[in-house]
Nanobody, 124 residues
Framework: QVQLLESGGGLVQAGGSLKLSCAAS????????MGWFRQAPGKEREFVAG????????YYADSVKGRFAISGDDAKNQVYLQMNSLKPEDTAVYYC?????????????????WGQGTQVTVSS
């Protein structure tokens, strides 16, 4: 049984940083795609960043490009999202996701597994 467990959310002031972690169990995802989505109140879920092939492939939404960095640790079966220069509009519940379907860095990510989400709140 695959499980994804996020951690690292919290409250931060605008301009600050947070690092989210996602620990996967039940399956390894070194080659497969793992990613981060977020959903703000009243908005659709947004694909924020993805990683595959042990980091050889990455994707970032335009809204976070240059501020967020996704990375993975195959040995620990974990993926991280380093978020810098945070803005109030980054406030959302952030979800870790994973797929076993081929994903090559496109903006569409067919998630098969989801974490429970972690709240990130950025105050102005």
């Amino acid at each position: 049984q695959v499980q994804l467990l996020e951690s690292g959310g919290g409250l931060v002031q605008a301009g600050g940083s947070l690092k989210l972690s996602c620990a996967a169990s039940g399956r390894t995802f070194g080659r497969d795609g793992m990613g981060w989505f977020r959903q703000a109140p009243g908005k659709e879920r947004e694909f924020v960043a993805g990683i595959a092939w042990s980091g050889a492939i990455t994707y970032y939404a335009d809204s976070v490009k240059g501020r967020f960095a996704i990375s993975g640790d195959d040995a620990k079966n974990q993926v991280y999202l380093q978020m810098n220069s945070l803005k109030p509009e980054d406030t959302a519940v952030y979800y870790c996701a994973a797929t076993t379907s081929p994903w090559l860095g496109r903006a569409q990510f067919e998630a098969e597994y989801w974490g429970q989400g972690t709240q990130v709140t950025v105050s102005s």
